[in-house]
Each structure stands twice: as C-alpha cells, then as structure tokens.
C-alpha cells in the first residue's frame, strides 16, 4: 500500500469516469489538488473530461486478462494509486446476466487485477445505490438506515447487492456509498420528467403517497472524496438530500424551473403501469436495448418510501448536501436549454 506521507500530490484512479456522475467527480478529484486518471473504454466519449490535468487509462472489461498489466503500466510510468473510485455499472440492462456481468463480474474482474498487479489501493470507495436496500416500510416511512436488511426487488438492485458483498469479502479496504436518486446536468433519466412537464403533463404512478429523495450529482463528487479521506474503511453509507419530497413538490419544484404555469397531473394505476412495463421490456429484448420503461423500473416506481437517514454519513466524514431540489432543478434545467435538450 502506498505512504500518503510523502509530499507529492495524492493519485486517484476514478473507474468508469465516462458515466454521467464521472465527469463531476473527476472535477472535484482535480480542484482537490489529486494527480487524477479516469479510466475509460477506447470507445468512452471524453466530452465532459476535457481538463488537460487528467490522465487517462484505457481499460477492456470485456478482455479481463489485459486489466492487471494495463493498471501496472499505467502505475510505472505515473506512480501508484493512494484511492480508487469504481463507478463502473449499468442501470438497465436487458437481462439479470447482463446487470450481473457489468455490475458483479467487472469488479471481480478488477479486484483481481489489483490484486495480481499489486497495486491494491489505501482505499476503494464502490458507488453503489439504494435500490440495493429494496422497498422499507411503506406504512409509518421509517428513513431507511445502514441497519436495514437489504431486500432488493429489482434486477439492478440484486447486482449491486452482490458487487458489494464481493467486495465485502475481497480483502481491499472498501467504503461503499448507496446513493439515492441522482441528478444534475447531463442527466438522462430526470431529463424525461423535466420534458413532460415542460410540455405541460406529469405522470405518477400508483394513489398512495410516495415520498422521494434526491442527490445532486455535485453533492455526491464531494461525498466520494469525503468519504475516501475520512470514513473507515469496511463501512456503507446512505446519502441522499435530508428532505424528502411528495410528487406534487417534485412537480411544482420542476414546473417553474421550466417555466410552466399549469401542468396536468396524470396518476396512473399499478396495474396498468406494470401492464406497459412488461410490454415496454418485451420490445426492447426484441430490439436488442434496454427499454428505459421496463420491470426493473416499475418497481422503482411503485416503491413508496425512499426516505433515507444519512446520520451515519454525517457523523463519519460531514456529509452534508449543498443543493436542494429547487436550486440543483434550476441549475439542470439550465443546462439543458444551454444544450439544446429543451
């Protein structure tokens, strides 16, 4: 392992860096003064890791017997890592084999290539998800807490489960961060709902009341390097904005960013949700792409409580969100005019 004693700038190699919160947390790896590599495929676009500081390291999952001499080399000319952030993942896929190979395989992948290159790091900080806790008490809303019983219900989220017990069990000092809904410039899934209501319609699901969480994509850059310089290791973490939100404060929060007036708000049943879903996923096998509407996210939807209590988070390293939901709805939205998106 590798003496952060010494004067020179600590290294972080940041996997999965082309993703949508890669970009952010290279950013914040880079203001915090660390000698950053962002680990991506050949075929990564490199639009959002445009700083001339960063370096980069070309790696192919998909051959896991080049992993172990690409990291060496890399480690040779430039100097050892003293952190590693694994962002690498899916959050749909077409089948549980495929969230198990992107999610599960590719870090046993890597793990074993650290380890083969020795080059295991200080501390690995994994990005995992909530949906990796499955739905909690959906009568009185109990935040959900790190003592809670993981029970995943979707795909996604038993893939995460298991790429954290790998990691539970690899023998690398770990710190597992479980966000909860992340959002931010750049984003494409938040993007939909921000679409339909600037057309003037919002879509929810189910009658009973579902309280939501967010993160702002920012938010959780500073966590991961407040995590990796603070926290223990061998501990996970929930993180979410404290404030939980109806979906009626969802709407009118994301109504007047975008500048709509008079939005109609269309619940829709679980049932026929489900129905479409199926369907939805069904037509994506058949075309070979993951439907963004799919099983997996039907039970993210009908999900009530994604309340989270992040006490533990705050009292280990000072977790403490910056941007609300009115502020980081404001700061994408602008974004995604600045781009063209809406």
């Known amino acids: 392992m590798n003496d952060i ?5 600590r290294r972080v190699l940041i996997v999965g860096a082309g993703g949508f919160a890669g970009g952010f947390i290279a950013a914040e790896s880079l203001r915090r003064g660390y000698d950053t590599t962002a680990a991506v495929r050949a075929s ?18 998909e051959k896991p017997e080049t992993l172990a001499q690409a990291l060496r080399a890399e480690a040779d000319a430039n100097g050892l890592w003293d952190y590693v952030v694994y962002n690498l993942g899916a959050t749909k896929a077409l089948t549980f084999g495929d969230f198990s190979k992107i999610n599960y395989d590719y870090l046993r992948y890597f793990l074993d290539a650290l380890k083969a290159a020795e080059l295991v790091p200080q501390k690995l900080l994994y990005i995992s998800s909530l949906s990796a806790v499955g739905p909690k008490d959906e009568k009185t809303y109990t935040p959900i807490s790190e003592q809670s019983v993981p029970q995943p219900n979707t795909r996604y989220g038993a893939s995460k489960l298991k790429a954290e017990m790998l990691l539970a069990m690899s023998g690398t000092p770990y710190v597992v961060v ?17 679409e339909a209501i600037a057309k003037g319609v919002d ?10 969480t967010f993160l702002y994509v920012e938010d959780l850059a500073r966590a991961v390097f407040d995590a990796l310089e603070k926290a223990p290791a061998g ?36 049932w026929a949700v489900k129905a479409v879903s199926a369907v939805a996923e069904k037509w994506g096998v058949m075309r070979g792409k993951p439907s963004t509407l799919n099983r997996d996210k039907y039970n993210i939807l009908k999900q009530r409580n994604w309340t989270v209590d992040i006490s533990k988070a705050r009292h280990d390293f000072g977790f403490e969100p910056h941007v609300d939901l009115e502020e980081g709805v404001e700061k994408a939205v602008a974004w995604y005019r600045k781009e063209g998106w809406l």
């Open 178 to 194: 479980r966000a909860t809904g992340l959002y931010g410039p750049r984003d494409k899934d938040y993007f939909l709902e921000f």
């Open 235 to 270: 501990q996970t973490y929930n993180l979410a904005h404290p404030h939980a939100y109806s979906q009626k404060e969802f709407r009118r929060i994301a109504a007047r960013a975008v500048g709509r007036r008079h939005v109609l708000s269309v619940a829709l049943p679980l």
């Open 5 to 9: 004693s010494s004067p020179r700038p």
């Open 44 to 61: 990564t676009s490199r639009r959002w890791l445009s700083d001339p500081a960063l370096r980069f390291l070309e790696l192919d999952f």
């Open 203 to 212: 879509f929810s699901v189910g009658y009973r009341r579902q309280m939501l």
